[in-house]
């Protein structure tokens, strides 16, 4: 099992940045995938951005050149840096890991909201 507790979320106006960071417990050497969704009202859970175990990243097309997601040499933590933040980047962002198993886990989200 794995539990994943997110933190940093907020108001921010747009053109500013954030910082959001996801603290993984239990069985952490278990994860092959970590990474950030989010999802905005009205809408579907769409991905922002994955970090793989091998190092290798994936950006959604939108957040490309503006998030960075980075992992700690731990392993146990995962931010996601938000820089050039646009109105429609608002949205719970909740934290997602997979294990090897292929069984998902999710925090609980926090909100991100980009003020115009």
């Known amino acids: 099992q794995v539990r994943l507790v997110e933190s940093g979320g907020g108001l921010v106006q747009a053109g500013g940045s954030l910082r959001l960071s996801c603290a993984a417990s239990g069985s952490i050497f278990s994860i092959n995938v970590m990474g950030w969704y989010r999802q905005a009202p009205g809408k579907q859970r769409e991905l922002v951005a994955t970090f793989t175990s091998g190092g290798i990243t994936n950006y959604a097309d939108s957040v490309k050149g503006r998030f960075i997601i980075s992992r700690t040499n731990a392993k146990n933590t995962v931010d996601l840096q938000m820089n050039s933040l646009k109105p429609e980047d608002t949205g719970v962002y909740y934290c997602?890991?997979?294990?090897?198993?292929?069984?998902?886990?999710w925090g609980q989200g926090t909100q991100v909201t980009v003020s115009s």
């Open positions: 997602h890991a997979i294990d090897r198993s292929a069984q998902a886990y």
